[in-house]
């Protein structure tokens, strides 16, 4: 499967931003999705996930009530809704996709879990 994000850029804090991820190739609803980000001198991080039928999602602590993933399996895209939004917030922001999983695996949490990947989209929030 092939990634492309899209949907960043320069935001003040207080905003939002959505982000689109969009996949091509078959069978997009067999694979668990996830975001990533990552700022300039650090690692990359996760920020939520979601699992091939959208019943379960995670997100990581600090973005938890203000960012909502979300999946279109039909339109093979996943979407991150991003609300509230911090200084802190801004990277480049990922997404992945990790295959062999069935509708009740865990969703993975860190790069390891996860096959494939997008270039990134960057998330700028400053006034």
């Known amino acids: 499967v092939q990634l492309q994000a899209s949907g960043g850029g320069l935001v003040q804090p207080g905003g939002s931003l959505r982000l689109s991820c969009a996949a091509s190739g078959p069978s997009f609803s067999r694979y668990a999705m996830g975001w990533f980000r990552q700022a300039p001198g650090k690692e990359r991080e996760f920020v939520s996930g979601?699992?091939?039928?959208?019943?379960?999602?995670v997100y990581a602590a600090s973005v938890k009530g203000r960012f909502t993933i979300s999946r279109d399996n039909a339109k093979k895209t996943v979407f991150l809704q991003m609300n509230s939004l911090k200084p802190e917030d801004a990277a480049v922001y990922y997404c992945a996709a990790r295959g062999g999983v069935i509708l009740t695996s865990p969703i993975g949490t860190t790069t390891h879990d996860y096959n494939y990947w997008g270039q990134g989209t960057q998330v700028t929030v400053s006034s």
């Open positions: 979601i699992g091939r039928s959208s019943s379960s999602t």
